[in-house]
C-alpha cells in the first residue's frame, strides 16, 4: 500500500529543497516544516490501514488481497512504511 501525498508545497518543498542543497544553518522553520510533514506522513499512514481493515472480503478479493494481508498491514506501528 502506497503511503505517498503530495502535500502542499508551502510545507514539504522549502525544508526538502534547502536538505538537498545542504545550503546554510538548520533554520527552526525548516525544522518545523520537516515535523509537520512527517506527522501528516503518519497520519495519513494511520488513515489509509484503517480504511483498509474496514473493507470487506469481497472488496478486498477485488484488489487482490486476503484477511491476512490487512493484518499484516495493519499491524505494523503508524512509524512503519
Known amino acids: ?40 506522513v503518519w497520519h495519513e499512514r494511520v488513515r489509509q490501514r484503517r480504511q483498509l481493515q474496514s473493507l470487506s472480503d469481497h472488496m478486498l478479493h477485488d484488489i487482490g488481497l486476503g484477511r491476512a494481508d490487512v493484518e499484516g498491514e495493519t499491524s505494523k506501528p503508524f512509524w512503519r512504511p
Open 1 to 40: 500500500m502506497s503511503t505517498t501525498r503530495s502535500y502542499p508545497a508551502t510545507l514539504a518543498a522549502p525544508a526538502a529543497r534547502r536538505a538537498q542543497a545542504g545550503s546554510g544553518p538548520i533554520r527552526v522553520r525548516d525544522v518545523l516544516a520537516a515535523v509537520i510533514e512527517q506527522v501528516l
